[in-house]
Nanobody
Framework: QVQLVESGGGLVQPGGSLTLSCTASGIVFNQYTMGWYRQAPGQQRELVAIKSSSGITNYGDSVRGRFTISRDNAKKTVYLQMNNLKPEDTATYYC?????????WGQGTQVTVSA
C-alpha cells in the first residue's frame, strides 16, 4: 500500500526558511506527479506546489517566487523549500501523490510562522 510521510515542519520566525520532506513507499515513485498542499484552521485546503514526473512545476500564487518544489526519485522523496516565510504561511502542509482514482495524502506536518 502507498504511504507518504512528511517531516520538517516547525516554528520559524517571519523571514525565515524551512524545508519539508515527503517520502513515499509502496509505489513506483518516478511515474507520478507529486504535490504539496496546505490548510490553515477554518480555511480550505489549497495548492502550494506540484511537480510532474517529467519535471513540470506549478505554484500557488501566494508562494510563487518564495517556495521551490523538488524531487529525488532515487530516494522517493519530494521536497518543499520555503523561503521568506510569512505569518500567513502558517498551516498544516500535506503531501499528495496523483494517481487518478487512487490519490493518496500524507498525514501532514505543521508549519507555524511567528515572532
Amino acid at each position: 500500500q502507498v504511504q507518504l510521510v512528511e517531516s520538517g515542519g516547525g516554528l520559524v520566525q517571519p523571514g525565515g526558511s524551512l524545508t519539508l520532506s515527503c517520502t513515499a513507499s509502496g509505489i513506483v515513485f518516478n511515474q507520478y506527479t507529486m504535490g504539496w498542499y496546505r490548510q490553515a484552521p477554518g480555511q480550505q485546503r489549497e495548492l502550494v506546489a506540484i511537480k510532474s514526473s517529467s519535471g513540470i512545476t506549478n505554484y500557488g500564487d501566494s508562494v510563487r517566487g518564495r517556495f521551490t518544489i523538488s524531487r529525488d526519485n532515487a530516494k522517493k522523496t519530494v521536497y518543499l523549500q520555503m523561503n521568506n516565510l510569512k505569518p500567513e504561511d502558517t498551516a498544516t502542509y500535506y503531501c499528495k501523490i496523483f494517481r487518478g482514482n487512487f490519490n493518496s495524502w500524507g498525514q501532514g506536518t505543521q508549519v507555524t510562522v511567528s515572532a
